[in-house]
């Protein structure tokens, strides 16, 4: 793999799907991997960022502004030489691509995880919630997901470890 192409072409790393699809995980993975190959990198996570903007709902109006910010953010640090890595359910197409309006070099990752397999690892009940009501605006459940048409990888993971996925993804950004 080419360690200069990492080095000198920061990049966002936007990762998208539904809740539970394994986001996260591969993305603090790739970070990591990132990180130790001494590129300048920085996670951006979904569980994690809200804390920076209080009082952001789930509507489809306030995830728009909310991920508009977000994207904002990363395309800064890319500007300044950091390769983003964004773990976002991220829903609606438009938000998408409005962020890669944004950023120099964007690429999309789909976690592309079914419905079922993200239910079943849901160690905190947001689906069980959803499903009965007591959660609102849940993407998959009563919120839609536009999944990317023509994202840049499409990792399953209920078909893939996590180092797998995370391999794909930094082997990706060294060839591109």
């Not at 996260?24 to 809200?50: M, N, Q, S, W």
């Not at 508009?68 to 390769?83: C, D, Q, W």
């Not at 998408?96 to 009940?125: M, N, W, Y």
Request: with cysteine.
């Amino acid at each position: 793999m080419n360690l200069q192409s990492l080095r000198n072409r920061p990049a966002v790393v936007w990762f998208t799907g539904l809740p539970c699809a394994g986001k996260t995980t591969i993305a603090e993975r790739v970070a990591c991997e990132l990180a130790r190959r001494k590129v300048k990198v920085e996670h951006l996570d979904g569980d994690h960022i809200r804390n920076l903007f209080p009082g952001t709902g789930f509507t489809r109006d306030e995830r728009n502004r909310h991920l508009k910010r977000i994207g904002y953010m990363a395309s800064l640090l890319e500007k300044h030489g950091v390769t983003v890595i964004a773990s976002f359910v991220s829903p609606y197409a438009r938000s998408r691509a409005q962020i890669r309006d944004l950023c120099r070099r964007f690429v999309e990752v789909h976690v592309s995880t079914p419905l079922e397999v993200c239910e079943r690892r849901d160690i905190k009940g947001l689906y069980r919630k959803a499903r009965r009501g007591q959660l609102k605006h849940f993407t998959g459940i009563d919120d839609p997901y536009e999944a990317p048409r023509r994202p840049d990888l499409v990792l399953d993971t209920s078909d893939m470890t996590v180092e797998e996925a995370a391999g794909r993804v930094v082997a990706y950004l060294a060839r591109h």
